[in-house]
């Protein structure tokens, strides 16, 4: 790689330069300045007042976006690592839809994915060395992956069996009309929601309605317990470089390789 190329690509990739710090940075503003022109424009008022000039920043930003999209694929030591990790996808899902709006009517409602970008922020959570909460909750999430599927599974259990109940206990005179909407009673109930859209009427039928949303008390927090266990037993305590290939964060400080493609780190 050329020396310009990798000066250019400490500026996109790292975080540790002012230069690298102020390109995220204005990174960041211009995300959310572009979040921001979306939500306002899905306001039929203003849509009509200011909706040309919100078309003509809309693909400002896309431009902007476009070339910053290109600038890391030419910086990036090895482009298609890039591409294919997360952040890459994402960069490419907030540009493709004002394409798409342009050849398909209606595609331009697809720009909401540019909401995506708003993760970008985690990298920039990376700026100063140890505020890595982000990528530590990341990497607790996927190692408490199978615990938690356990968790929702007997979860999705319970209301099946709580909302068939209700269904056989209620009836359609009830409000219950069938198994599904058992379920879904159960699911509101268990998760404190409460909408009060539907309700048992019966004494036995309400009598499940207090067990069941005592139960939801007492089971609510388990998610957070099982992540918690995972984030204590993670290193927390890594360096903000990214990989030259793919450009991920989230290394030790001694780490040679990265973590997920496997490029040497220098």
Not at 113 to 125: D, G, K, M, P, T
Not at 130 to 142: D, S, T, V, W
Not at 241 to 249: E, K, L, M
Request: aromatic share 12%.
């Amino acid at each position: 790689m050329s020396p310009r190329r990798e000066k250019w690509r400490e500026i996109i990739f790292e975080a540790e330069t002012p230069a690298g710090k102020a390109f995220d940075v204005i990174l960041l503003g211009l995300i959310l300045v572009s979040v921001a022109a979306v939500m306002v424009e899905s306001i039929k008022e203003v849509r009509q007042a200011i909706g040309y000039p919100l078309w003509i920043l809309e693909w400002i930003f896309t431009g902007i976006f476009t070339f910053e999209y290109v600038a890391r694929l030419w910086a990036s030591r090895r482009p298609w690592a890039y591409a294919r990790s997360f952040y890459g996808v994402v960069d490419l899902l907030s540009i493709l839809p004002s394409f798409i709006g342009l050849l398909l009517p209606g595609g331009h409602a697809l720009m909401i994915v540019r909401i995506l970008r708003v993760l970008r922020i985690f990298r920039v959570l990376k700026m100063v060395r140890h505020i890595n909460g982000a990528e530590l909750l990341m990497r607790a999430l996927y190692a408490s992956r199978a615990k938690i599927t356990v968790f929702f599974t007997a979860l999705a259990t319970i209301a099946l069996i709580f909302g068939t109940l209700l269904y056989l206990v209620e009836g359609e005179e009830g409000g219950f009309t069938s198994i599904p909407v058992g379920v879904y009673w159960a699911i509101v109930t268990i998760t404190t929601l409460g909408y009060g859209d539907i309700s048992p009427s019966t004494g036995f039928g309400q009598m499940l309605t207090a067990f069941l949303a005592l139960t939801g008390y007492a089971i609510i927090a388990v998610p957070t317990g099982i992540v918690s266990a995972e984030i204590s037993k993670l290193d927390g305590d890594e360096s903000t470089d990214a990989c030259p290939s793919c450009g991920v964060h989230g290394h030790l400080p001694d780490a040679r390789f990265c973590r997920r493609c496997g490029a040497p780190m220098e």
